[in-house]
């Protein structure tokens, strides 16, 4: 069955019905990318019925979510995940425009987020405790506890990238799609990232701590603004 068949099943079965505002893609199926093993993620946002359920549909297997206009909105106000999700959703059906109106607010919550002082203050704290226990490890630490603690702070090095260019933080599933499209992150600086990730421990531990410390001094001036 082709993607678009299957969507069609799907709003056969899912896009009717009291409270139904319209349907979505998200995922690889939304912005491209999908192989034979990827799932679909197939959204139906409603009035006030949340939800989830899988279904396989002849071989391929399908995430269904009902999710609420006002959750995403609060989601999308707090500079959460929701954000990505509707700037990247595919519409499917949308009879009265709620989500078009979501992707619109996504949008624009994307171009003027601004971290607040707390936020900053928390980042602040886990980046000089990451970078302390980055250096315990490469002074005493073997091996293996050093890429086990490389990998730990992975996430944490993606959010201090998307902090700092006054972006929410995106979640890991789409975060390296996105970096290549912030502001002030050139080409050959998200090109330094990816590379980091594929160095030998030794080498890709030293780097994180001196990202740490750069990251940590930067939210320290911006606390001090």
């Known amino acids: 069955m082709s993607l678009d068949g299957l969507i069609a099943e799907l709003n056969d079965?899912?896009?009717?019905?009291?409270?139904?505002?319209?349907?979505?893609?998200?995922?690889?199926?939304?912005?491209g990318g999908m192989t034979e093993y990827s799932d679909v993620d197939f959204y139906v946002l409603t009035r006030d019925h949340h939800?989830?359920?899988?279904?396989?549909?002849?071989?391929?297997?399908?995430?269904?979510?009902?999710?609420?206009?006002?959750?995403?909105?609060?989601?999308?106000?707090?500079?959460?995940?929701?954000i990505y999700q509707m700037m990247d959703a595919k519409i499917s059906i949308d009879p009265n425009g709620k989500i078009a109106e979501l992707k619109i607010e996504a949008q624009e919550r994307f171009e003027t987020f601004q971290p607040s002082k707390e936020l900053l203050r928390d980042l602040q704290f886990r980046l000089g405790e990451a970078r302390n226990k980055l250096i315990g490890a490469i002074k005493y630490q073997s091996i293996e506890k050093q890429g086990y603690l490389a990998?730990?702070?992975?996430?944490?090095?993606m959010e201090?990238?998307?902090?700092?260019?006054?972006?929410?933080?995106?979640?890991?599933?789409?975060?390296?799609?996105?970096?290549?499209?912030?502001?002030?992150?050139?080409?050959s600086g998200v090109e330094q990232f990816e590379k980091l990730f594929g160095k030998p421990t030794e080498e890709k531990i030293r780097l994180m701590e001196r990202h740490f410390e750069e990251f940590h001094g930067a939210v320290t001036a911006r606390l001090r603004i």
């Open 151 to 157: 990998s730990v702070y992975s996430g944490l090095l």
């Open 160 to 187: 201090a990238i998307f902090t700092l260019t006054s972006k929410p933080v995106a979640p890991p599933a789409v975060a390296w799609r996105w970096l290549r499209k912030l502001p002030g992150l050139n080409e």
């Open 13 to 31: 079965l899912y896009a009717t019905g009291e409270g139904v505002y319209g349907t979505y893609l998200s995922g690889s199926a939304a912005y």
């Open 51 to 82: 939800g989830t359920t899988e279904r396989i549909m002849g071989i391929q297997k399908v995430e269904i979510r009902w999710r609420t206009e006002d959750e995403i909105l609060v989601d999308i106000a707090r500079g959460g995940p929701f």
